[in-house]
């Protein structure tokens, strides 16, 4: 190299270049941190009263929407694998997805679709339960204003947790029992094996139990729909039920009655049965007195990806178009009695169409 | 005391003219100037060489010949001066003047291209001295009328290979240079278009807005502004662009003004363009008989009466109906020039394209400036700036990730026959008791607004400070701009509006990045035998966007549109987003060539990105290459003279991709929602798990090329093999569900890709007729080498309702089909014999007989096997070009083989439905009275499994474009003053041999997925085209 920096003149060379460097390292200004200004990282949030609700906010969203713009848990996808697998429901001769035929035909395999997205949706709602249980649990106690808000909304966590492990263990057994947010990408660190029923159970009842304790028997205006203790109870007594604890099961029941409707209820949450059944699916009386629990939903309130599709069955007044979902067959109705009240209100060959303002029959044979 | 001096004298130059720009003239000592003159020439026949090169050697100066070959500087030089003169095909020469008179400089015509200048990344070399596999793209194919100039790649470059996502104005396409590297991320090569690194993000023309597939960022540019393409394949060739170059590098550079006086030119053409083809569908009577057929295997009545099916005759063709033919039409004038010391070129472009489909539309106005001029003997500055305005009106599509799939094409084609298009009077009939909504497909397609408006800003300026003769300081700053604004309206006679009375959404995104760079280069030489070009580098490119989206529904009325969304009664959540993300770089490369004969270049660049992970931002990326120019040896000339040029090279190295949108490696939480009290509410949650650890996508490349001319480089070969293998893939692995979420962003697994390419150019005749052609080839294997501890394979996320027609598996090329192989149809002899049968369906005999593996007793998941992918065995391009007098006529033909594709729409098409219209092959049916019918029997809406069937050799050559050209007489073009009148006629994709069944064997539904390549849903149809140009010269 000397030979080259002679020949050119070395001292020209290397001056000329730590001029040219000098140069540089002044517009070399631009610095590899991110900074986002329009995503929230984890590290920012879980500080204040706001953020707090807002976590908890985001474990409710997993019950009626779904990420990926498919069908939310209460919203289809639950009960196609409940009901279509029953002999209640069936996929209508218009519905082509095979893997929504497979569960009527109760011919699914484990990597089934819709099977995969219910384990899915459900552990989804759950990791958003565990971190804001966790986030809302460290956050400073000093940062709530309002008094009990803290132990609330950990407590509406719970109550959802333990709901969608109550479906899972219910479905598909023992499972795996999560209970706080991956810690970082390494796939072995990130396996679990799955925990005994009686495990998740015991989890189940312990996060009902803390829900029941910190939550309020019910809310009033802007936070109508949120999780009751009443709720809690009730859904602690359904899965006594399920694990045959009948003395226990009573305790729970006992507390979700109202006083004076039952022998030794002690519930004061005024839960009752609505005069008109119908009124127990109607708009109007949403979030009613027969509501121990109800996932929200408004028609184009603006919330993306949530869509209830169980009412969508009828998909338009079309006569040549059918359902997503039909009964299996006209043995569904018959198993109720005309004078029952429930029969008119659950089955119907006609529908009035305010956009024509015609009354549409459905007689079309494919209609069982 | 001198060298001292000398130092003061080009550091304050230097800094001077950083800081001041062009105050750095004030350096230069005033000196006055005197002319010098000449002329340049054919050393045999003494021709001028309009265009050659002069160049004083040691300065900036130069000037181009003008057409007689004449030259003149006016300069502060004093003799002796060395020119360099150089011109394409002929050997550079230098060549010493003593004295101001006139000279004559003979050129002697090159027997070998060694001495061509090959533009590399950051600088140009010798083309002896290239170690890389670095490939030109031929003249004709860049004449080529096309809108983006992605589309003139195809079939020109070995290597290189170009599918056409859509035949959309303006539409996207895939581009692979030696196949594709990545899995998850961007395949797409870098463009480099002027010293410019540009990415080509189409996320900058799309806000998400609008519906169906996307615009091209690269149809923004004007191709015709462009004067030469260079790829850069292996390596040697791409790792000085480090981060950047794994999927190679596009160099580009555009048209400048040429010295020697000032030229005004227009260039122009008009055509119409028409489908290439139209599929086979069901008429009325055929229709209706099909749903009889579903009827009685439903058991129930029959829907049409013998005589009825007899009077539905032919019905609607609702596929004829949405096709029309289209203009296509472009426009260019240019003025350009230059003296000794500036060059200048200004040129204004305005193409239409009218689509084939109805309200579809490609518009471009653009503008170019291009200026250089040289201060003083040592400054030289730069500008390359281009401007254009770009409207899109798309073909409506549904959103189509993940939730539904098709657009309004597909909805035409499966529109059924026996409801009228047209009322009596006239007016679109929306009585169609199959759909939902009192629509037409039609009335729709023409009602839409789904529109894009792209305004892009290309600029970039240059200072060069020569403070020596073979040292070069040039600092670079360019910035490319996007705006684009995008509307849709869907009034409520639409579908889409219907149901929510009239739906607008607008979005805009902005965004904006800026490059400097800053480079020395040092070419010294020694004892005229050792030749060095020593490179080294610092960039910066900072990269911002920021999109909104706003949207509302219920209008009143239609008179607004998109234009005011505040009439719209339900307004929707708005969206907004912005990123931030820079690159930074520090590069060196060392060439050195021993006579021209032994080369090495060896580089490095070490990037650091801000997208990647808080602990490894910074990735380092070397390469080396050597070369031997045998034929060049003593020994070798005395061997053989058929033999003019014998290159070997070889070269190894690795490169990057950090193709992760930013924020990638963050802990990111997203806004979600939910009602409470019947009002919305925002919940806050993480979407993805932060991975600090988060690094570069590494290919390594080995390459081994020959390059080899023969008879005076009449034939001229090159061919190379190479091998990949990108490890630590940037992959979204797919994590247990019971984690909460769906995958998360690693690096694991590989994938490698190895390949033969080669390209020959030949001159056929020479003299007054001339012949040339030039073909090229290239063959790629892509296999997947791991895709991560426990992960054997996955399968692409498919639209609701269907079953991923695709698998991602190790020991398999990306983006295999995945699905069953059939057997003709189930006879009663299958059913009595106890074939296996598919599960889940009841199946009888004249359903499809799936093939069970492995001796299964039935047909399940697991009998779903590989059924090829939509990689092609090989591509490859054939130009061929003649002349005779005035006349020239040349075509490219251009295709793949063995690449299949998934023919989706025809699967939809043969799957019997009560409400939509179906493929014309379900009219042979099998039936009680058609047992010899080829396709399964009628019920009511089967479930489409993927199947052998439909997964379709889509290999293909294609006529893609033959132009007769006729240059006028000087005499006659003398007449107006032209020195230049061409006419020409040209044919676009006149002729495509295919076995393919659908429109159009090139075909990506879902654009640049890399895992779901080759998918064809009612893609836009493939078009052809006839035009008329003109190309005149003052």
Not at chain 1, 193 to 211: E, F, G, K
Not at chain 1, 295 to 300: A, D, E, F
Not at chain 2, 795 to 800: G, L, M, R, S, V
Not at chain 2, 941 to 966: C, E, F, H
Request: glycine share 10%.
């Amino acid at each position: 190299m000397a030979l080259f920096f002679k020949l050119l003149g070395m001292r020209t060379l290397l001056i000329n270049y730590l001029a040219f460097a000098g140069i540089v390292s002044i517009v070399a200004c631009n610095k590899l941190a991110e900074k986002p200004a329009g995503t929230i990282v984890a590290s920012q949030f879980y500080k204040t009263q706001a953020d707090a609700v807002a976590a908890v906010n985001a474990v409710y969203t997993t019950l009626n929407s779904d990420p990926a713009g498919d069908f939310p848990i209460y919203g289809r996808e639950l009960n196609l694998m409940t009901d279509n697998a029953s002999d209640n429901q069936n996929f209508s001769p218009s519905n082509t997805n095979p893997d929504v035929r497979a569960m009527s035909t109760i011919t699914y395999v484990s990597s089934n679709g819709r099977i995969l997205k219910n384990w899915q949706q459900h552990y989804y709602g759950i990791n958003r339960a565990d971190i804001a249980i966790d986030g809302v649990t460290a956050t400073a106690a000093t940062a709530f204003t309002t008094t009990g808000l803290q132990a609330r909304l950990v407590g509406e966590a719970k109550f959802i947790r333990a709901l969608l492990n109550f479906n899972l263990v219910r479905l598909f057994g023992p499972v795996p029992l999560v209970l706080h947010n991956p810690k970082g990408v390494d796939i072995t660190a990130l396996s679990v094996a799955r925990s005994s029923r009686d495990s998740v159970y015991a989890q189940i009842i312990a996060d009902l139990n803390d829900a029941a304790a910190t939550l309020p028997g019910s809310y009033s205006g802007a936070d109508v729909g949120r999780a009751t203790s009443g709720a809690a109870h009730a859904l602690l007594a359904k899965v006594y039920v399920t694990r045959r604890d009948w003395p226990a099961a009573q305790t729970e029941l006992l507390k979700v009655l109202t006083a004076g409707t039952f022998a030794g209820a002690t519930g004061n949450y005024g839960y009752a049965l609505f005069a008109n059944y119908k009124d127990a699916f109607a708009k109007a009386t949403k979030n009613g007195v027969e509501h121990l629990f109800s996932v929200q939903y408004v028609t184009s309130g603006g919330e993306t990806g949530a869509t209830q599709y169980l009412s969508q069955s009828f998909t338009s007044f079309n006569t040549g178009t059918y359902p997503i979902d039909i009964p299996s067959d006209s043995s569904v109705s018959q198993l109720f009695a005309d004078t029952d009240a429930r029969k008119a209100v659950t089955f119907y060959t006609t529908q009035y169409n305010a956009a024509t303002g015609q009354t549409v029959v459905f007689n079309n044979p494919y209609t069982p | 005391m001198y060298l001292r001096q000398r130092y003061k004298f080009y550091t304050t130059g230097f800094v001077l003219l950083l800081l001041l720009g062009w105050v750095g003239t004030v350096a230069q000592g005033p000196t006055k100037n005197v002319a010098l003159v000449g002329r340049v020439s054919d050393e045999k026949t003494g021709d001028p060489l309009p265009g050659a090169v002069i160049q004083i050697k040691g300065t900036t100066h130069e000037v181009a010949a003008d057409n007689n070959g004449e030259f003149r500087f006016i300069t502060g030089q004093r003799v002796p001066v060395t020119y360099l003169v150089s011109y394409v095909g002929y050997k550079t020469r230098e060549i010493e003047v003593t004295s101001y008179e006139h000279a004559e400089l003979r050129l002697q015509g090159a027997n070998s291209q060694l001495n061509d200048v090959v533009v590399v990344g950051y600088g140009t070399q010798r083309r002896s001295d290239v170690t890389g596999a670095v490939a030109g793209v031929g003249k004709n194919a860049l004449s080529q009328p096309a809108v983006a100039f992605d589309n003139l790649l195809q079939g020109s470059v070995s290597g290189v290979a170009v599918t056409q996502n859509n035949s959309q104005p303006g539409g996207t396409a895939a581009i692979r240079v030696r196949g594709g590297n990545s899995i998850s991320f961007s395949n797409d090569p870098l463009y480099v278009i002027d010293g410019f690194i540009v990415y080509n993000n189409n996320n900058f023309t799309n806000s998400g807005a609008t519906t169906g597939a996307g615009v091209n960022a690269l149809a923004t540019i004007n191709p015709s502004d462009i004067e030469s393409v260079e790829v850069l394949k292996d390596a040697s060739a791409t790792a000085i662009y480090g981060s950047h170059g794994a999927n190679g590098v596009v160099i580009i550079t555009t048209r400048r003004g040429r010295k020697g006086g000032d030229e005004l030119s227009y260039s122009g053409y008009y055509g119409t363009q028409s489908a290439v083809k139209k599929i086979g569908l069901l008429n009325a009577q055929q229709w209706g008989s099909l749903v009889n057929d579903i009827n009685v295997s439903d058991g129930v009545a029959k829907t049409y009466t013998d005589a009825q099916l007899g009077a539905l005759g032919k019905g609607s063709d609702w596929q004829s109906a949405g096709i029309r033919t289209a203009p296509v039409q472009n426009h260019e004038l240019s003025v350009s020039g230059g003296d000794e010391k500036s060059k200048y070129l200004l040129a204004g472009n305005t193409f239409d394209q009218d689509g084939i489909l109805y309200n579809t539309e490609f518009k471009r106005y653009s503008g170019r400036f291009n200026y250089e001029r040289s201060l003083g003997e040592k400054f030289r500055v730069t500008l390359s700036a281009f401007d254009s305005r770009s409207t899109e009106n798309e073909l409506t599509g549904s959103a189509y990730n993940s939730v539904q799939i098709g657009n309004l094409w597909s909805t035409l084609l499966q529109s059924v026959p026996v409801v009228a298009m047209k009322n009596a009077d006239g007016t679109y009939n929306t009585t169609n008791p199959y759909i939902t909504t009192p629509t037409n497909p039609l009335k729709d397609i023409l009602s839409i607004t789904n529109q894009s408006i792209v305004n892009r800003l290309l600029a970039n300026g240059a200072v060069e400070y020569k403070p020596l003769a073979n040292l070069t300081l040039k600092v670079s700053g360019g910035v490319d701009q996007i705006g684009t604004k995008q509307n849709l309206y869907l009034p409520a006679t639409t579908s889409g509006g219907y149901a929510v009375s009239g739906y607008a959404s607008v979005g805009s995104v902005s965004a904006t990045s800026w490059l400097n760079e800053n480079t020395v280069t040092w070419t010294p030489v020694l004892a005229n035998s050792h030749f060095f070009n020593v490179l080294a580098g610092y960039t910066t490119q900072v990269t911002d966007d920021q999109s909104a989206v706003a949207s509302a529904q219920k209008f009143p009325n239609d008179l607004t549109t998109y234009n005011n969304i505040s009439y719209g009664a339900t307004p929707l959540l708005p969206v907004s987003a912005a990123h931030h993300s820079v690159i930074n770089s520090y590069l060196g490369r060392v060439s050195y060539s021993y006579k021209h004969i032994y080369n090495v270049t060896a580089s490095v660049r070490a990037d650091g990105a801000s997208v990647l992970g808080a602990n490894n931002k910074w990735g380092v990326f070397p390469a080396i290459g050597v070369s031997w120019n045998a034929g060049q040896e003593e020994f070798f000339k005395n061997l053989t003279t058929a033999v003019t040029n014998l290159k070997l090279r070889l070269s190894a190295g690795r490169t990057g991709n950090s193709g992760v949108p930013a924020y990638s490696s963050l802990a990111a939480l997203a806004p979600t929602n939910y009602y409470f009290g019947g009002q919305l509410v925002t919940g806050v949650a993480p979407t993805q798990i932060a991975n600090p650890n988060l690094k570069w996508e590494t290919t390594t490349q080995y390459d081994a090329g020959v390059d080899l001319g023969i008879w005076g480089n009449r034939v001229s070969l090159t061919a190379d093999v190479y091998y990949k293998k990108t490890t630590d893939l940037l992959l979204n692995v797919p994590l247990p569900q019971y984690t909460g979420y769906q995958s998360a962003l690693e690096n694991v697994g590989s994938v490698e890709n190895k390949g033969i390419e080669w390209s020959l150019n030949t001159d056929n005749i020479r003299g007054r007729f001339t012949w040339k052609s030039s073909v090229v080839w290239a063959a790629n294997r892509n296999k997947i080498l791991s895709l991560g501890p426990g992960v054997s394979y996955y399968y692409p996320t498919a639209p609701i309702g269907q079953q991923s027609p695709v698998i991602v598996q190790v020991g398999l090329p990306v983006g295999t089909f995945w699905g069953y192989s059939t057997r003709g149809l189930l006879t009663a002899d299958d059913i009595a014999k106890g074939v296996p049968l598919l599960t889940g369906v009841p199946q009888q005999v004249g359903d499809q007989r799936y093939v069970a593996l492995n001796g299964h007793t039935s047909v399940t998941t697991a009998d779903k096997h590989d059924l090829g992918s939509s990689q092609p065995s090989f591509t490859f391009g054939v130009t061929n070009n003649f002349s005779y007098e005035g006349f020239d006529l040349s075509f490219i033909i251009q295709g793949s083989y063995g690449n299949k594709l998934f023919n989706q729409l025809e699967q939809q098409l043969e799957k019997p439905t009560l409400a939509l219209n179906a493929s014309s092959a379900l009219a042979n049916r099998w039936s009680a009275s058609n047992p010899n019918g080829t396709v399964p029997r009628a019920t009511n809406s089967p479930v489409p499994q993927v199947i052998d069937r439909w997964i379709q050799d889509a290999s293909y050559a294609r006529l893609k474009n033959l132009t007769l050209g006729y240059s006028l007489p000087k005499k006659w073009a003398g007449g107006i003053r032209a020195t230049q009148l061409r006419v020409y006629v040209s044919a676009q994709n006149w002729v495509t041999l295919t076995s393919y069944k659908g429109f159009n064997p090139e075909a990506n539904y879902f654009e640049n997925d890399n895992t779901k390549q080759g998918i064809d849903y009612g893609i836009y149809p493939a078009t052809k085209t006839l035009l008329a140009g003109l190309n005149l010269t003052f």
